[in-house]
C-alpha cells in the first residue's frame, strides 16, 4: 500500500511536465540550478530543525520528573520577624530596673 498526500493523488505525468515548462519560462534555464540548489539547502535546514526539536522532545520525556516546589508553611518560622503590634516597642537599654524602682505610696488610711 502506498501512501500519498491528498493534494498529489492527482498529479501525475502530464500534470507534472506542465508545471516544470511553467517554472522553465518563469525564471530560465539560467536560474533553474540556483533555485534547486537553494530548495535542496531549505529542506536540508528543515529537516535538520525537525530532527533537533524531535530529539529535544525524546530528552524530556527521558528525563526524571523535577520535583514539586516546596510550600510555604502556615506559620512563619522560627527566628523571623513578626509583625508590628499597637503596642509601643521599648528597647532594652531603657527599661527600668525592678529594684530600683521606687514602691508605690500606700493607700488612704480609712477612717
Known amino acids: 500500500m502506498i501512501l500519498s498526500a491528498g493534494f498529489i493523488e492527482g498529479i501525475g505525468g502530464p500534470e507534472l511536465m ?13 536560474k ?4 534547486a540548489k ?14 533537533g526539536v524531535e530529539e529535544e522532545v ?5 528525563e526524571p520528573e523535577e520535583p514539586q516546589p516546596k510550600k ?5 518560622p522560627v527566628g523571623t520577624i513578626k509583625q508590628a503590634s499597637a503596642e509601643p516597642v521599648v ?4 527599661t527600668p530596673d525592678p529594684a530600683k ?11
Open 18 to 30: 506542465m508545471i516544470m515548462f511553467v517554472v522553465l519560462l518563469l525564471f530560465g534555464a539560467n
Open 32 to 35: 533553474l540550478p540556483e533555485l
Open 38 to 51: 537553494g530548495l535542496g539547502k531549505s529542506v536540508r535546514e528543515f529537516k535538520k530543525a525537525a530532527s
Open 58 to 62: 525524546r530528552r524530556a520525556m527521558q
Open 72 to 76: 510555604f508553611p502556615a506559620y512563619p
Open 91 to 94: 528597647p532594652p537599654e531603657s
Open 101 to 111: 524602682q521606687t514602691p508605690p505610696p500606700p493607700p488612704p488610711a480609712a477612717g
